[in-house]
Protein backbone atom coordinates (compact mmCIF):
# COMPACT_ATOMS: atom_id res chain seq x y z
CA UNK A 1 0.00 0.00 0.00
CA UNK A 2 2.54 2.40 1.02
CA UNK A 3 4.23 2.05 -2.98
CA UNK A 4 1.37 2.79 -4.68
CA UNK A 5 1.12 6.59 -3.36
CA UNK A 6 4.85 7.25 -4.68
CA UNK A 7 4.24 5.44 -7.82
CA UNK A 8 1.31 7.32 -8.52
CA UNK A 9 2.97 10.78 -7.37
CA UNK A 10 5.95 10.22 -9.11
CA UNK A 11 3.85 9.52 -12.38
CA UNK A 12 1.78 12.48 -11.39
CA UNK A 13 4.88 15.01 -11.65
CA UNK A 14 6.80 13.49 -14.31
CA UNK A 15 3.42 14.05 -16.49
CA UNK A 16 3.22 17.66 -15.47
CA UNK A 17 7.00 18.40 -15.72
CA UNK A 18 6.52 17.54 -19.98
CA UNK A 19 6.05 20.28 -22.10
CA UNK A 20 3.30 20.00 -25.36
CA UNK A 21 6.96 19.93 -28.02
CA UNK A 22 7.40 19.83 -31.51
CA UNK A 23 10.59 18.45 -32.78
CA UNK A 24 12.35 20.10 -35.57
CA UNK A 25 15.41 17.09 -35.49
CA UNK A 26 16.83 14.69 -33.87
CA UNK A 27 19.03 17.26 -31.71
CA UNK A 28 17.03 18.31 -28.47
CA UNK A 29 18.34 22.13 -29.52
CA UNK A 30 15.78 21.27 -32.49
CA UNK A 31 12.61 21.12 -30.18
CA UNK A 32 9.86 24.12 -29.39
CA UNK A 33 7.79 23.99 -26.14
CA UNK A 34 4.92 25.19 -27.86
CA UNK A 35 3.16 25.88 -24.21
CA UNK A 36 5.61 28.21 -23.07
CA UNK A 37 5.74 30.19 -26.56
CA UNK A 38 2.61 30.36 -26.74
CA UNK A 39 1.35 31.47 -23.15
CA UNK A 40 4.47 34.13 -23.14
CA UNK A 41 3.26 35.62 -26.46
CA UNK A 42 -0.79 36.23 -25.26
CA UNK A 43 0.61 37.77 -21.86
CA UNK A 44 2.92 39.57 -23.78
CA UNK A 45 0.08 40.68 -25.72
CA UNK A 46 -2.10 41.10 -23.16
CA UNK A 47 0.18 43.61 -21.65
CA UNK A 48 0.49 45.58 -24.02
CA UNK A 49 -2.80 45.55 -24.39
CA UNK A 50 -3.85 46.62 -21.04
CA UNK A 51 -1.45 49.58 -21.21
CA UNK A 52 -1.97 51.02 -24.62
CA UNK A 53 -6.02 51.06 -23.33
CA UNK A 54 -4.84 52.78 -20.41
CA UNK A 55 -2.55 54.87 -22.21
CA UNK A 56 -5.27 56.08 -24.76
CA UNK A 57 -8.09 56.49 -21.98
CA UNK A 58 -5.97 58.66 -20.18
CA UNK A 59 -7.25 62.26 -18.33
CA UNK A 60 -5.00 64.97 -16.98
CA UNK A 61 -8.17 65.25 -14.37
CA UNK A 62 -8.83 62.76 -11.54
CA UNK A 63 -7.50 59.20 -12.84
CA UNK A 64 -10.20 56.60 -12.96
CA UNK A 65 -8.93 53.59 -10.74
CA UNK A 66 -7.45 51.54 -13.68
CA UNK A 67 -5.37 54.54 -14.97
CA UNK A 68 -4.27 55.31 -11.34
CA UNK A 69 -3.12 51.81 -11.12
CA UNK A 70 -0.99 51.81 -14.21
CA UNK A 71 0.80 55.09 -12.74
CA UNK A 72 1.68 53.98 -9.57
CA UNK A 73 3.39 51.05 -11.71
CA UNK A 74 5.03 53.23 -14.11
CA UNK A 75 6.35 55.78 -11.40
CA UNK A 76 7.55 52.75 -9.60
CA UNK A 77 9.61 51.50 -12.67
CA UNK A 78 10.67 55.31 -13.37
CA UNK A 79 11.80 56.08 -9.64
CA UNK A 80 13.92 52.53 -9.56
CA UNK A 81 15.72 53.76 -13.01
CA UNK A 82 16.10 57.16 -12.09
CA UNK A 83 17.97 55.68 -8.53
CA UNK A 84 20.39 53.43 -10.86
CA UNK A 85 20.70 54.33 -14.39
CA UNK A 86 22.05 58.14 -14.37
CA UNK A 87 21.46 59.18 -18.13
CA UNK A 88 18.92 59.47 -20.70
CA UNK A 89 16.09 57.02 -19.72
CA UNK A 90 13.82 57.13 -22.71
CA UNK A 91 14.38 53.85 -23.71
CA UNK A 92 15.32 52.60 -20.61
CA UNK A 93 12.14 52.64 -18.35
CA UNK A 94 10.15 51.44 -20.87
CA UNK A 95 12.33 48.00 -21.03
CA UNK A 96 12.61 48.04 -17.34
CA UNK A 97 8.49 48.26 -16.99
CA UNK A 98 8.25 45.88 -19.91
CA UNK A 99 10.37 43.42 -18.79
CA UNK A 100 9.18 43.58 -14.92
CA UNK A 101 5.18 43.59 -16.21
CA UNK A 102 5.77 40.69 -18.38
CA UNK A 103 7.71 38.46 -15.86
CA UNK A 104 5.35 39.20 -13.46
CA UNK A 105 2.84 38.09 -15.63
CA UNK A 106 4.84 34.84 -16.74
CA UNK A 107 5.39 34.06 -12.81
CA UNK A 108 1.49 34.77 -12.37
CA UNK A 109 0.90 31.51 -14.28
CA UNK A 110 1.74 29.74 -11.75
CA UNK A 111 -0.83 30.35 -9.24
CA UNK A 112 -3.38 28.59 -11.86
CA UNK A 113 -4.43 25.21 -11.13
CA UNK A 114 -2.06 23.19 -12.86
CA UNK A 115 -4.45 20.49 -13.59
CA UNK A 116 -7.23 22.73 -15.80
CA UNK A 117 -5.36 21.85 -19.10
CA UNK A 118 -5.56 18.36 -19.08
CA UNK A 119 -9.17 18.35 -17.15
CA UNK A 120 -10.43 20.47 -20.28
CA UNK A 121 -8.38 18.02 -22.50
CA UNK A 122 -10.44 15.29 -20.67
CA UNK A 123 -13.83 16.63 -20.83
CA UNK A 124 -13.09 17.40 -24.43
CA UNK A 125 -10.96 14.25 -25.92
CA UNK A 126 -11.52 12.05 -22.72
CA UNK A 127 -9.02 10.32 -20.31
CA UNK A 128 -6.61 8.43 -22.38
CA UNK A 129 -5.77 11.76 -24.38
CA UNK A 130 -5.66 13.38 -21.24
CA UNK A 131 -2.81 10.94 -20.18
CA UNK A 132 -1.12 11.80 -23.14
CA UNK A 133 -1.39 15.42 -23.60
CA UNK A 134 1.27 18.05 -21.99
CA UNK A 135 0.84 21.87 -21.55
CA UNK A 136 2.82 23.49 -18.83
CA UNK A 137 1.72 27.39 -18.79
CA UNK A 138 4.17 28.81 -16.63
CA UNK A 139 6.84 29.80 -18.82
CA UNK A 140 9.52 30.94 -16.45
CA UNK A 141 9.88 27.59 -14.80
CA UNK A 142 11.42 26.80 -18.82
CA UNK A 143 14.73 27.18 -18.65
CA UNK A 144 14.21 28.04 -22.67
CA UNK A 145 12.33 31.04 -21.81
CA UNK A 146 14.25 32.62 -19.12
CA UNK A 147 17.23 32.23 -20.88
CA UNK A 148 16.02 33.72 -23.88
CA UNK A 149 14.66 36.32 -21.97
CA UNK A 150 18.42 36.68 -20.44
CA UNK A 151 20.12 36.76 -23.81
CA UNK A 152 18.11 39.49 -25.20
CA UNK A 153 18.75 41.69 -22.03
CA UNK A 154 22.45 40.45 -22.84
CA UNK A 155 22.19 41.71 -26.35
CA UNK A 156 20.72 45.16 -25.47
CA UNK A 157 23.40 45.12 -22.46
CA UNK A 158 26.35 45.35 -25.04
CA UNK A 159 24.34 47.52 -27.68
CA UNK A 160 24.37 50.22 -24.62
CA UNK A 161 27.86 49.52 -24.35
CA UNK A 162 29.26 49.85 -27.87
CA UNK A 163 26.73 53.25 -27.92
CA UNK A 164 28.32 55.05 -25.35
CA UNK A 165 31.96 53.67 -25.87
CA UNK A 166 31.27 53.13 -29.52
CA UNK A 167 32.52 49.72 -31.17
CA UNK A 168 36.59 50.63 -30.76
CA UNK A 169 36.35 51.73 -27.35
CA UNK A 170 33.74 48.97 -25.93
CA UNK A 171 36.38 46.79 -27.86
CA UNK A 172 39.30 48.47 -25.88
CA UNK A 173 37.89 48.51 -22.82
CA UNK A 174 37.40 44.42 -22.84
CA UNK A 175 41.42 44.51 -23.05
CA UNK A 176 42.24 47.25 -21.28
CA UNK A 177 40.29 46.39 -18.07
CA UNK A 178 40.22 45.97 -15.01
CA UNK A 179 43.83 45.68 -15.14
CA UNK A 180 45.27 48.63 -16.54
CA UNK A 181 49.46 49.57 -16.88
CA UNK A 182 50.83 52.13 -18.06
CA UNK A 183 53.68 50.57 -19.69
CA UNK A 184 52.95 49.33 -23.12
CA UNK A 185 54.91 46.07 -22.65
CA UNK A 186 52.85 45.26 -19.63
CA UNK A 187 49.39 46.53 -21.19
CA UNK A 188 50.14 43.65 -24.05
CA UNK A 189 50.88 40.82 -21.60
CA UNK A 190 47.29 41.59 -19.52
CA UNK A 191 45.33 41.97 -22.54
CA UNK A 192 44.85 38.26 -22.60
CA UNK A 193 43.42 37.94 -18.85
CA UNK A 194 41.66 41.33 -19.26
CA UNK A 195 39.67 39.80 -22.06
CA UNK A 196 39.24 36.24 -20.41
CA UNK A 197 37.58 38.41 -17.48
CA UNK A 198 35.56 40.96 -19.55
CA UNK A 199 33.94 37.48 -21.68
CA UNK A 200 33.11 35.84 -18.35
CA UNK A 201 31.78 38.41 -16.38
CA UNK A 202 29.47 39.06 -19.52
CA UNK A 203 28.55 35.53 -19.73
CA UNK A 204 27.68 34.77 -16.44
CA UNK A 205 25.25 37.69 -16.84
CA UNK A 206 22.57 36.07 -18.80
CA UNK A 207 23.45 33.03 -16.91
CA UNK A 208 22.88 34.04 -13.21
CA UNK A 209 19.41 36.26 -14.72
CA UNK A 210 18.15 32.96 -16.57
CA UNK A 211 19.00 30.14 -13.47
CA UNK A 212 17.88 32.58 -10.55
CA UNK A 213 14.45 33.39 -12.32
CA UNK A 214 14.42 29.43 -13.34
CA UNK A 215 15.13 28.21 -10.79
CA UNK A 216 12.92 29.94 -8.13
CA UNK A 217 10.12 29.18 -10.35
CA UNK A 218 10.31 25.80 -11.37
CA UNK A 219 10.93 25.23 -7.53
CA UNK A 220 7.75 26.56 -6.98
CA UNK A 221 5.89 24.83 -9.68
CA UNK A 222 7.25 21.54 -8.46
CA UNK A 223 5.87 22.39 -4.81
CA UNK A 224 2.77 23.16 -6.23
CA UNK A 225 2.51 19.41 -8.03
CA UNK A 226 3.81 17.65 -4.48
CA UNK A 227 0.76 19.12 -2.53
CA UNK A 228 -1.47 18.36 -5.33
CA UNK A 229 -0.38 14.72 -5.71
CA UNK A 230 -0.13 14.26 -1.81
CA UNK A 231 -3.13 15.34 -1.41
CA UNK A 232 -5.54 14.35 -3.88
CA UNK A 233 -8.75 12.72 -3.57
CA UNK A 234 -12.00 13.66 -2.15
CA UNK A 235 -10.69 12.47 2.03
CA UNK A 236 -7.93 15.13 1.64
CA UNK A 237 -9.28 17.79 -0.24
CA UNK A 238 -9.48 20.14 2.32
CA UNK A 239 -6.34 20.20 3.09
CA UNK A 240 -5.07 19.67 0.24
CA UNK A 241 -6.65 23.39 -0.02
CA UNK A 242 -5.46 24.45 2.72
CA UNK A 243 -1.45 23.86 1.86
CA UNK A 244 -2.36 25.48 -1.41
CA UNK A 245 -3.72 28.45 -0.56
CA UNK A 246 -0.89 29.14 1.85
CA UNK A 247 1.87 28.21 -0.37
CA UNK A 248 0.02 30.25 -2.99
CA UNK A 249 0.18 33.64 -0.60
CA UNK A 250 3.87 33.04 -0.09
CA UNK A 251 4.24 32.07 -3.58
CA UNK A 252 2.88 35.87 -4.55
CA UNK A 253 6.08 37.21 -2.50
CA UNK A 254 8.32 34.93 -4.78
CA UNK A 255 6.39 36.00 -8.10
CA UNK A 256 7.09 39.77 -7.29
CA UNK A 257 10.37 39.79 -6.08
CA UNK A 258 11.54 37.64 -9.01
CA UNK A 259 10.33 39.78 -11.19
CA UNK A 260 11.37 42.94 -9.68
CA UNK A 261 15.31 41.27 -9.39
CA UNK A 262 15.24 40.56 -13.02
CA UNK A 263 14.41 44.15 -13.96
CA UNK A 264 16.86 45.55 -11.13
CA UNK A 265 19.64 43.54 -12.36
CA UNK A 266 18.83 44.38 -16.25
CA UNK A 267 19.34 48.38 -15.78
CA UNK A 268 22.39 47.96 -13.20
CA UNK A 269 24.03 46.08 -16.50
CA UNK A 270 23.09 48.05 -18.52
CA UNK A 271 24.34 51.36 -16.15
CA UNK A 272 27.59 49.18 -15.80
CA UNK A 273 28.28 48.44 -19.46
CA UNK A 274 27.64 52.22 -19.97
CA UNK A 275 30.23 53.47 -17.55
CA UNK A 276 33.99 54.65 -18.63
CA UNK A 277 36.75 52.12 -16.89
Not at 51 to 65: I, M, Q
Not at 152 to 161: N, S
Not at 190 to 197: G, Y
Not at 199 to 208: A, N
Amino acid sequence: MASEPQGGLTEYIQHHLHHNTVSLGDSPFMKIHLDSILVAFVLGALFCLWFWLKARKATSGVPSKGQAFVEIIVEFVDTQVKDTFHGDRRTVTPLALSIFMWVTFLNTMDLLPLDAPSFGVKSVAGAEAMHHTFFRWVPTADINTTMGLALAVFFIVLAHGMKAKGVGGFGWELLTAPFHADNTVVKIILMPFNLALNVIEYLSKPVSLAMRLFGNMYGGELVFMLIAGLFAGWISFLPGVLFNTAWAIFHILIILLQAFIFMMLTIVYIATAREHH
